[in-house]
């Protein structure tokens, strides 16, 4: 279990000795003179957690700093300014095993499960670089025996493949005696990516750490989307990377993390232990209201930045089936969708030699909500004016690509 050391005092208090014991959650994060905090999840609930840390963003006093740990249940994180239809495999989500879940900070997309440890640091924007706190993971894993461990030039941390080579002064995060210049040698592996966030007088610096996700071998899978070829948006696209196990439990990193965190902010190495934190926090309105707005379709999908879906591809993606048309689609079907906050804004449909289909589109789809579309087919029927073959596997088509969470 993800657990650090429960203060005696509290231990009979489970699971509301955060109130009992402390205070409010906001009482504690204003309190006078209390400059570092440390916090650790027991809920897996990633609505619960990403509210938990919205709302340590949100009320903690502006010269303080907060450490924040937690681990998901299997899910899907995209950033705030991402497209799913374009970063995910959503219709693999349609056995609800794996959830979808929109954060509020920017950022790639992320699988979360219990082996992948989020650290989150929460500190005033003077005090913030892109590695300051991946640094200080990195100082974490390497007290664990991580020596491959390194903050390479995207902020992330990745695990050096290369043979031992010249020797590195202990103290540089940026480089290992296994580091090799990237064409002389095999590329490093991503074990921790991360995000932040600005807002008026606090900095958001948030990042996963992957652990023992025994998921490793499928998450490709899930951030591989049918519909990347087809797209061209606005949003922030992802960036893949080989990534690996680091293969250390929970407990130590948790341990190790707090710390160089403590040690980082001048926390005597005898101070408190971090403070668990669960589902009880959703007492909190504020914290509730949060968690609840996460958990709506609309949040999660009319976030969307605008994004034109088009059949034949537009413009082709490089990592992308090299054909501009999906095979077993008739030649004659052409689709036009611009799509603007999770809705059709303007389309063309053409099926077949008719222009009434290419008339009739913006009429019967303009304001349809693209994650409600269940079921394409009524709709190029209408369309069209046709039920037909065509019409049966275009439709098909579009719901494969283009899933929608109601046909779940």
């Known amino acids: 279990m993800l657990l650090p050391a429960i203060p005696r005092r509290c231990a009979a208090l489970l699971p509301a ?20 905090h440390a916090f650790v999840s027991r809920s897996r609930d990633p609505y619960v957690n990403l509210s938990i840390e919205h709302y340590l963003l949100q009320k903690s006093a502006h010269d303080s700093v907060v450490l924040f740990l937690y681990a998901n249940r299997p899910c899907i994180v995209v950033g705030r300014n991402q497209n799913p239809w374009l970063e995910v495999n959503l219709g693999l989500l349609r056995g609800g095993a794996v959830e979808l879940v929109r954060r509020r900070s920017g950022g790639g997309a992320v699988f979360h499960d219990e082996g992948n440890l989020n650290w989150s640091v929460i500190s005033p924007p003077a005090a913030f670089t892109r590695d300051k706190h991946a640094e200080m993971v990195v100082r974490a894993l ?8 390194r903050v390479n030039e995207r902020h992330d941390i990745v695990l050096d493949q290369g043979e031992r080579a010249a020797a590195v002064a202990a103290d540089d995060t ?22 932040y966030k600005l807002v008026r007088g ?3 610096h948030h990042g996963t750490c992957l652990l023992s996700s025994p998921n490793l ?10 519909a990347k070829p087809y797209i061209k948006g606005f949003g922030v696209e992802s ?9 250390i439990a929970h407990e130590p990193f948790v341990s190790a993390v707090h710390d160089e965190f403590s040690a980082m902010y001048g926390v005597p190495s005898v101070g408190p232990a971090a403070i668990e934190l669960g589902d009880e926090q959703l007492q909190l309105p504020e914290l509730r209201q949060g968690c609840d707005e996460m958990k709506t379709l609309d949040w999660t999908y009319l976030q969307t930045p605008k994004f034109t879906f088009s059949v034949p591809a537009q413009d082709q993606v490089p990592d992308a089936a090299p ?9 004659s079907t052409n689709v036009i969708l611009s799509v603007h906050g999770g809705a059709i804004h303007e389309a063309s449909v053409t099926l077949g030699l008719t222009s009434r289909a290419s008339t009739a589109a913006q009429s019967v789809l303009h304001g349809l909500k693209l994650h409600e579309i269940g079921d394409w087919r009524p709709l190029l029927q ?3 004016g046709k039920n037909d073959a065509h019409v049966n596997i275009v439709a098909d088509w579009l719901g494969k690509t283009l899933p929608s969470p109601q046909s779940q």
């Open 202 to 204: 606090r900095a958001l």
């Open 217 to 226: 071998a499928i998450i490709p899978q899930y951030l591989r989307s049918p």
């Open 323 to 331: 054909s501009a048309r999906p095979a077993g689609l008739p030649p």
């Open 142 to 149: 390497r007290r664990l025996g991580i020596e491959r461990a």
């Open 17 to 36: 000795r955060s109130s009992r014991c402390f205070g409010s959650l906001a009482d504690r994060l204003q309190r006078p003179g209390a400059r570092v």
């Open 239 to 247: 960036v893949s990377s080989p990534v690996s196990n680091i293969g």
């Open 382 to 384: 209408e369309i069209s």
């Open 174 to 195: 940026h480089r290992t005696p296994f580091t090799t210049d990237a064409a002389a040698g095999p590329r490093p592996l991503k074990v921790s990516g991360s995000a």
